[in-house]
């Protein structure tokens, strides 16, 4: 049983959101997509992470990673064997392709591929323009000299 959500009431009270609520759409249309072949996603740092892919069977010309505007995509598809001499054929080797939405300054790192194992590194590097800043408080010169409390300069006479 699908259920689909409707978003339009968020839409009358928020701007700027417009990319989250595709997010939230795309999401629900892609559960009905096969999760094959099955994958995992693991954050190995604060600002890092690794997507790991089971492909067993693919070799490194029947994979492919594409990234396009925080859109990651790996298709794989296997090049034709001959299938004389199988008595059975288990391992799965049909084309799958698999999308990724990655967020904001999230780019790839670099991929590898072993023991049937499609590793993709993706590292979040937030410009220095919109990482946090300490911002110092001045003051103005004369009004702190106001602020002050008055010092006696001389003594008084008893």
Known sequence: ?????????????????????????????????????????VKTGDDSYR?????????QGDLDITFQSNLLT?????????????????????????????ADHVRVNGANLQNGLLSIDLIREIPEALKPRR????????LAQKAAPAQIDAQKAA
């Open 51 to 59: 997507i790991s892919i089971a492909v067993a069977g693919f070799a």
């Open 74 to 102: 790996v298709t794989g598809k296997k090049q034709e064997a001959s299938a004389k001499g199988y008595l059975h054929r288990g391992i799965a080797g049909r084309p799958f392709e698999h999308r990724f939405e990655l």
């Open 135 to 142: 911002i110092d408080i001045q003051t103005d010169p004369a």
């Open 1 to 41: 049983m699908a259920t689909s959500y409707d978003y339009a009431p968020l839409f009358r009270s928020s701007v700027g959101f417009d990319r989250v609520f595709n997010l939230l759409e795309n999401a629900q249309r892609a559960r009905s997509i096969s999760d094959w072949p099955p994958y995992d996603i």
